[in-house]
T-cell receptor
Framework: GQQLNQSPQSMFIQEGEDVSMNCTSSSIFNTWLWYKQDPGEGPVLLIALYKAGELTSNGRLTAQFGITRKDSFLNISASIPSDVGIYFCAGQPGGGADGLTFGKGTHLIIQP | SQTIHQWPATLVQPVGSPLSLECTVEGTSNPNLYWYRQAAGRGLQLLFYSVGIGQISSEVPQNLSASRPQDRQFILSSKKLLLSDSGFYLC????????????FGPGTRLTVL
């Protein structure tokens, strides 16, 4: 099956720093999504990207859908303590009701 | 607004026992429904999805099965649990009319001993 390579696996940063993480795939995806998961809870959608080249912001978060349709990145500016959690990229290769393929997650840890 | 519920929230079961996890969605009709499993510290793996009552697609061969007896109800079952079935089980839904954006439930933590 298709796989998404998400990096970095974990990040230790200082409060106020910017964060960048990305996902790559060997095959094309038609949709890229970014989720955040807090411990013991389900993932919460942050940003959805539907067109190659699309750049979308949600507050301090910015994500882009790569032109080749094989990659996406998520940036968080001026990190705050509540940004701590695990961030997942997810992609859908085709249309219809097919489920998502998830990356393995980036664990964000913020040091005060 | 739409809400998705899962129960139980946590479950501890012995090896060989049966399993039934339930997911229900409120506030929408004919949603697409999904079951994912998340192993500790790992990403989510799609197990089953359903586009309508009685319609189930399986993504990976396994010890589990799914059923959709009602439009907004999705059940994950097993006749005999294995140790490897332990994990965090997440139900999700999408609009039937299009868009792959999935909304997740709160999850069920299953521990098989």
């Amino acid at each position: 099956g298709q796989q998404l390579n998400q990096s970095p696996q974990s990040m230790f940063i200082q409060e106020g720093e910017d964060v960048s993480m990305n996902c790559t795939s060997s095959s094309i995806f038609n949709t890229w999504l970014w989720y955040k998961q807090d411990p013991g809870e389900g993932p919460v959608l942050l940003i959805a990207l539907y067109k190659a080249g699309e750049l979308t912001s949600n507050g301090r978060l910015t994500a882009q859908f790569g032109i080749t349709r094989k990659d996406s990145f998520l940036n968080i500016s001026a990190s705050i303590p509540s940004d701590v959690g695990i961030y997942f990229c997810a992609g859908q290769p085709g249309g219809g009701a097919d489920g998502l393929t998830f990356g393995k997650g980036t664990h964000l840890i913020i040091q005060p | 607004s739409q809400t998705i519920h899962q129960w139980p929230a946590t479950l501890v079961q012995p090896v060989g026992s049966p399993l039934s996890l339930e997911c229900t969605v409120e506030g929408t009709s004919n949603p697409n429904l999904y079951w994912y499993r998340q192993a500790a510290g790992r990403g989510l793996q799609l197990l089953f999805y359903s586009v309508g009552i009685g319609q189930i697609s399986s993504e990976v061969p396994q010890n589990l099965s799914a059923s959709r007896p009602q439009d907004r109800q999705f059940i994950l079952s097993s006749k005999k649990l294995l140790l490897s079935d332990s994990g965090f089980y997440l139900c999700a839904w999408t609009w039937a009319s299009g868009g792959p954006t999935e909304f997740f439930g709160p999850g069920t933590r299953l521990t098989v001993l």
